[in-house]
């Protein structure tokens, strides 16, 4: 299996454009997450899906964030517009159905740069 | 609410032991677990607690108390390569179920 698969892996934009990240999780996986991470404020979850649904969106920081799964092999978490204090690496998970040990499996993130 | 507690840094030698603590408090618990993560790269599943008690896995170890709140993970025979921040991780009840709350990572580093 590929893994989950994030792109880009990189991304330099600037104040003001709309960004769009983008995720394909484990085939099979029903469960997808949305994390961002900084040094200051560590992993924070933004907001995940069960079976293409969003069941909690509670960490989504504003409106200028949004995030859709239009099926189960693919989701994109949207910015905008973006701005400098978004910059952070945005990364991607999926898990299998709920009663396992629900292992969250990451994908290799994308580092965003907003300038 | 939920609340993670692991130490910031730590050091430890090559060939040594060391044991990285987590505390917790919740208000429904449903799992715990520990994740590795090398600079520059995505976190990696280590192990997983839901009953009191010690998981062993090779090197690695992790022990959980739910009666404390409590965790930790033990790494034995330390080598360069263990050098990484890790994460304890854990996941409430219900509708919540599929949602893991991570801590703020212990970066530990691994000196010759």
């Known amino acids: 299996d590929a893994g989950v698969i994030q792109s880009p892996r990189h991304e330099v934009t600037e104040m003001g454009q709309e960004v769009t990240l983008r995720c394909k999780p484990i085939?099979?996986?029903?469960?997808l997450f949305w994390y961002r991470q900084t040094m200051m404020r560590g992993l924070e979850l933004l907001i995940y899906?069960?079976?293409?649904?969003?069941?909690?969106d509670s960490g989504m920081p504003e409106d200028r964030f949004s995030a859709k799964m239009p099926n189960a092999s693919f989701s994109t978490l949207k910015i905008q517009p973006s701005e400098p204090r978004d910059s952070a690496v945005y990364f991607c998970?999926?898990?299998?159905?709920?009663?396992?040990?629900?292992?969250?499996?990451f994908g290799a993130g994308t580092r965003l740069s907003v300038l | 609410g939920q609340n993670i507690d692991q130490p910031t840094e730590m050091t430890a030698t090559e060939g040594a032991i060391v044991q990285i603590n987590c505390t917790y408090q919740?208000?429904?618990?449903?799992?715990l677990f520990w994740y590795q993560q090398h600079a520059g790269e995505a976190p990696t599943f280590l192990s997983y607690?839901?009953?009191?008690g010690l998981e062993e896995k090779g090197r690695f170890s992790s022990f959980l108390s739910r009666s404390k709140g409590y965790s930790y993970l033990l790494l034995k025979e330390l080598q360069m390569k263990d050098s990484a921040s890790y994460l304890c991780?854990?996941?409430?009840?219900?509708?919540?179920?599929?949602?893991?709350?991570f801590g703020s990572g212990t970066r530990l580093s691994i000196r010759p």
């Open positions: 998970a999926s898990s299998p159905s709920a009663g396992s040990k629900n292992i969250q499996y």
């Open positions: 085939s099979g996986h029903n469960s």
């Open positions: 899906f069960n079976n293409n649904v969003p069941i909690d």
């Open positions: 919740t208000s429904g618990f449903n799992g």
């Open positions: 607690n839901v009953l009191d």
């Open positions: 991780a854990v996941r409430g009840l219900g509708s919540s179920a599929s949602k893991i709350i």
